[in-house]
T-cell receptor
Framework: KQEVTQIPAALSVPEGENLVLNCSFT??????LQWFRQDPGKGLTSLLL?????REQTSGRLNASLDKSSGRSTLYIAASQPGDSATYLC??????????????FGQGTILTVHP | EPEVTQTPSHQVTQMGQEVILRCVPI?????FYWYRQILGQKVEFLVS????????KSEIFDDQFSVERPDGSNFTLKIRSTKLEDSAMYFC?????????FGPGTRLTVL
């Protein structure tokens, strides 16, 4: 059974810092990995998706990397801003023909960026 | 930009009552999902739906739950007899090939 773990559980940084959020998964047979942002009481906003054949994806100040063989992904946020404060979730989709794409989520990293 | 919508945003019900949560997936998507998130816990997969039938379901998705796509646009989750432990945020999601897009969620409170 796939297990997804995110470290750290919470992170508080001053504005302007570069930071790294970590995600690990126990079963490397994945199809892709998605990073989401969740604001308090709100839905999930997709940030980046990395296919299993890719090593990284970039969108603006966000860069996500994937090392499938070691079961790890990182989300790098450059020049953090107070508006980045949210919970960041990673989720993996299993590979295999019997999978219809269900995602297994980590518990999230709560990020606070203070001015 | 197309988005997944869900109604209602908040539903309060008495234990034992039936509730129906509604979703409108993105129009050209073919795969539909329900997830839930109990307060303070991980987002959990409930069920996936493709080609007008359930394709996969979790252990949580027991006989009290059902899903339906009654027309070409709506996708519903029904809980027949709600329990206190059904209180959670319920998210609908849809996808075409790769990326899943989530709705804003329905907060279900069972009293």
């Amino acid at each position: 059974k796939q297990e997804v773990t995110q470290i750290p559980a919470a992170l508080s940084v001053p504005e302007g810092e570069n930071l790294v959020l970590n995600c690990s998964f126990t079963d490397s047979a994945i199809y892709n990995l998605q990073w989401f942002r969740q604001d308090p009481g709100k839905g999930l906003t997709s940030l980046l998706l990395i296919q299993s054949s890719q090593r990284e994806q970039t969108s603006g100040r966000l860069n996500a990397s994937l090392d499938k063989s070691s079961g790890r992904s990182t989300l790098y946020i450059a020049a953090s801003q107070p508006g980045d404060s949210a919970t960041y979730l990673c989720a993996v989709r299993p590979a295999g023909g019997t999978s219809y794409g269900k995602l297994t989520f980590g518990q999230g990293t709560i990020l606070t960026v203070h001015p | 930009e197309p988005e997944v919508t869900q109604t209602p945003s908040h539903q309060v019900t008495q234990m034992g009552q039936e509730v129906i949560l509604r979703c409108v997936p993105i129009s050209n998507h073919l795969y539909f999902y329900w997830y839930r998130q109990i307060l303070g816990q991980k987002v959990e997969f409930l069920v996936s739906f493709y080609n007008n039938e359930i394709s996969e379901k979790s252990e949580i998705f027991d006989d009290q739950f059902s899903v339906e796509r009654p027309d070409g646009s709506n996708f519903t989750l029904k809980i027949r007899s709600t329990k206190l432990e059904d209180s959670a945020m319920y998210f609908c999601a849809s996808r075409t090939n790769n990326e899943q897009f989530f709705g804003p969620g329905t907060r279900l409170t069972v009293l």
